[in-house]
T-cell receptor, first 116, second 110 residues
Framework: EAQVTQNPRYLITVTGKKLTVTCSQN?????MSWYRQDPGLGLRQIYY???????DKGDVPEGYKVSRKEKRNFPLILESPSPNQTSLYFC???????????????FGPGTRLTVT | SQQGEEDPQALSIQEGENATMNCSYK?????LQWYRQNSGRGLVHLIL?????REKHSGRLRVTLDTSKKSSSLLITASRAADTASYFC??????????FGKGTSLLVTP
């Protein structure tokens, strides 16, 4: 089954404690992206990756890091989480949008993060 | 950056009625997509319409695109309780990102 998986699904942590949210897709997609969703603000893109070892900032990258060492995985790293990073996080993947324009994105189930 | 803006923010209808939601955007686009999100879950792609298309159908969904007005509409015919969800439009241009609106929350009551 084609899918995007995220782990963990729920996480409560404390300020400053490094954490990683994993994302994996089994569709051989080149493009992967992280979003955060907050009430009243909709979805905002954090980082995206066009392919292995190619990443770039989205609209709200501050406080986050990503890496893309393998095509299927795109982990999101919060090195020193703060309460304003409490949010619902989504990973998504698609075919490479370059040239032909964007394609439909496949979303993971979400990770609800609370930073106290 | 967010570009699409859905209208209305919330919509409540009864089963069997049609639901129409609109999306306006600011800059030129390559395509426009609609997604559905059930409460707290991941978004599910519904339909993609390219800038050279005016209308597209998929089951009970009908999407229109008017690039001169920079707007799109999503029509769900014969709504069911299972259609209760948030609906987002997302615009794509020649760049790499999809820009999502803030969504329309649809409630379909039996």
């Amino acid at each position: 089954e084609a899918q995007v998986t995220q782990n963990p699904r729920y996480l409560i942590t404390v300020t400053g404690k490094k954490l990683t949210v994993t994302c994996s897709q089994n569709m051989n997609h080149e493009y992967m992206s992280w979003y955060r969703q907050d009430p009243g603000l909709g979805l905002r893109q954090i980082y995206y990756s066009m392919n292995v070892e190619v990443t770039d900032k989205g609209d709200v990258p501050e406080g986050y890091k990503v890496s893309r060492k393998e095509k299927r995985n795109f982990p999101l790293i919060l090195e020193s989480p703060s309460p304003n990073q409490t949010s619902l996080y989504f990973c998504a993947s698609s075919l490479n949008p370059v040239g032909s324009g964007t394609y439909e994105q496949y979303f993971g189930p979400g990770t609800r993060l609370t930073v106290t | 950056s967010q570009q699409g803006e859905e209208d209305p923010q919330a919509l409540s209808i009864q089963e069997g009625e049609n639901a129409t939601m609109n999306c306006s955007y600011k800059t030129s686009i390559n395509n426009l997509q609609w997604y559905r999100q059930n409460s707290g879950r991941g978004l599910v792609h519904l339909i993609l319409i390219r800038s050279n298309e005016r209308e597209k159908h998929s089951g009970r969904l009908r999407v229109t695109l008017d690039t001169s007005k920079k707007s799109s509409s999503l029509l769900i015919t014969a709504s069911r309780a299972a259609d209760t969800a948030s609906y987002f439009c997302a615009t794509g241009n020649s760049g790499y990102a999809l820009n999502f609106g803030k969504g329309t929350s649809l409630l379909v009551t039996p």
